[in-house]
């Protein structure tokens, strides 16, 4: 399998490197930034890339030079816009329909990368559901809901890092997407929803151990309140002045700002940093 050790990226923060037809590559300019593609020549794969922080995510890998396969359930229009965005980036990109609550679409979803790229260096565990609002003793507690929700969030990304570790480049990057909510539950009904993510916690470093030794990081982001349908859905048009109180920082996080970090954990700075949760939710908890 191909390396993605540091050493190969040493001076690649300072001198342009090789574009895919291998020709020098131009860096790329970003309100008034200079970024060298550091992952030219990557393979990424973001599941639940076809919205909200995925997307974004997968426009962030392409800008750094990575080829990227995002996977989606439902949202096929949304998915290909995502993929014409990424291609006019001049990165290779596809989008795979699999249903993360079907444990056998694990194995499909990887095979298809494989068969596309010939390779799988980055994983991003981002897809996943949020369902709450019930407390734990409500007599009227929807339990199927709840259960699909530990089979999405759960299950269903725990097959899809089986099918990936056997075929993940040495040196390669499996990134979790948590949830604040997985350390600190600062209010109530969120009990199945903080367990969800809280068990990526555990499993996480788990397999950071692993897979240590093909020099293979894992690590888990785990994001704050930040604008997306999903939340959205579960809080409303407008965040709760008293949610935003708990925050030294009192606002919510942007996007971008949950998406750089994801991009620092996948690239050639991030190789020894492992079985970590990082947060990125403004200080609350602290």
């Given amino acids: 399998m191909s390396s993605f050790h540091n050493d190969h990226y040493s001076n690649e923060r300072y001198e342009k490197c090789r574009c895919r ?10 309100e008034g930034l200079i970024m060298t593609e550091t992952l030219g020549g990557k393979v990424a794969l973001i599941t639940g890339g076809s919205r909200g922080l995925g997307a974004v995510t ?14 989606y359930a439902s949202s096929a229009d949304k998915a290909h ?3 014409e965005k990424l291609k ?18 694990a194995k499909p979803l990887i095979d298809a990368v494989i068969a596309e790229f010939g390779r799988l260096d980055i994983l991003v565990n981002n897809a996943g559901i949020a369902i709450q609002g019930q407390l734990v003793d ?6 199927e809901k709840y259960n699909r929700q530990w089979q999405v969030n759960v299950m269903g990304t725990i097959a899809n890092t089986r099918a990936a570790a056997p075929k993940l480049s ?18 109530a009904g969120a009990a199945d929803y903080a367990g969800t993510k809280a068990a990526l916690v555990g499993y996480a470093k788990g397999v950071a151990r692993d897979l240590g030794g093909r020099n293979i990081t894992v690590n888990v ?16 048009d407008s965040v709760p002045d ?16 949950v998406a750089e970090t994801i991009a620092f954990f996948a690239g050639p700075h991030a190789g020894y940093i492992t079985g970590e949760t990082v947060n990125v939710a403004g200080g609350i908890g602290t």
């Fill in 138 to 143: 409500d007599p009227e507690l929807d339990g």
């Fill in 88 to 105: 006019s980036k001049g990165v290779r990109a596809i989008a795979i329909k699999s249903d993360q609550s079907d444990l056998a679409s």
């Fill in 58 to 71: 997968a426009e962030k890998l392409a800008d750094l030079g990575a080829n990227v396969a995002i996977s």
């Fill in 221 to 236: 982001i785990q994001p704050g309140v930040m604008p997306t349908d999903m939340a959205t859905e579960v809080l409303g």
């Fill in 170 to 187: 040495d040196g390669g990057r499996i990134i979790f997407i948590g949830s604040l909510l997985g350390s600190h539950v600062p209010f």
């Fill in 21 to 30: 037809s291998g020709q020098p590559a131009q860096d790329h300019t970003q």
């Fill in 81 to 83: 816009a995502v993929i």
């Fill in 242 to 257: 008293a949610l935003l109180d708990m925050h030294p920082i009192r606002r919510i996080a942007t996007l971008d700002e």
